[in-house]
């Protein structure tokens, strides 16, 4: 609030319309630097690799499905989710499924591929495309045994994820087989921002 009448000698908060006293200089916003990598990025991947280090340690094997698997931070592969649990050992995790649908994204998890040594019996799968679209097509082709522990990956930017995907995996072991687990991630500190700029708007 402004001052009411600044000519005034009455120099009271009241007087000066304001409802407390303020300091006389407000301070500059204190600068701090800015961090060697996000905090966030780099804690997840490390979340996740380590999720799936104690993972296979029980399974002792595994398929990892990645639906956004392009790296966020192409810069920093040591925060690459995909990277970290290909290369996470022991190596048990049989089979992956990566999928991104950025042009950009799928070379370099092609480059991801190749550059893996050889392990027994481990397939890398790279599918572009719309992971919505991709997944069902996976699931529908019966590849991901009802025997076999799976774990997915859902790290979308904001709401790339479509629910039904979600309940499409979550249902898809039969009620007597551990379910595909999954990690869906929302980015709860982006909300706000992420729903005022919805354009389609639904009842
Ligand atoms: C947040 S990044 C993934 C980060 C990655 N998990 C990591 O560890 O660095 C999201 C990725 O999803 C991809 N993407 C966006 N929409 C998609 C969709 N509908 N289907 C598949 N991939 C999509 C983007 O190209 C991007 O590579």
Redesign the pocket.
Same mark, same amino acid.
Not at 99 to 102: A, G, I, N, R, V
């Given at each position: 609030m402004r001052p009411k009448n600044p000519s005034s000698n009455d120099k009271t908060p009241a007087a000066e319309g304001l409802l407390f006293p303020l300091p006389e200089r407000v301070p500059e916003d204190i600068k701090l630097p800015r961090l060697r990598h996000p905090v966030w990025?780099e804690h997840?991947?490390n979340l996740i690799a380590r999720y799936l280090y104690y993972f296979v340690l029980i399974t002792k094997h595994g398929t990892y499905i &990645?639906?956004?698997?392009?790296?966020?931070?192409p810069e920093n592969p040591e925060?690459?989710?995909?990277k970290l649990v290909l290369e996470s050992e022991p190596r048990r995790l049989r089979h992956f499924y990566l999928?991104?649908?950025?042009e950009n994204?799928i070379r370099r998890l092609n480059a991801l591929r190749h550059s893996q040594p050889k392990v027994r019996g481990r397939t890398i799968q790279i599918s572009k495309?719309?992971?919505?679209s991709?997944v069902r097509e996976l699931l529908r082709s019966g590849q991901i045994k009802q025997t076999e522990a799976a774990f997915c990956?859902l &790290?979308?930017?904001t709401f790339?994820c479509h629910w039904e995907t979600v309940v499409l995996l979550a249902s898809y072991k039969t009620p007597k087989r551990p379910k595909i687990e999954l990690f869906y991630f929302l980015a709860a500190g982006w909300m706000p921002r992420s729903i005022s700029a919805v354009k389609q708007r639904q009842t």
């Open positions: 990025t997840k991947a &990645d639906g956004f698997a392009g790296p966020q931070r925060m690459w989710s995909a999928f991104d649908k950025s994204q495309g719309d992971f919505n991709k990956l &790290d979308q930017i790339q």
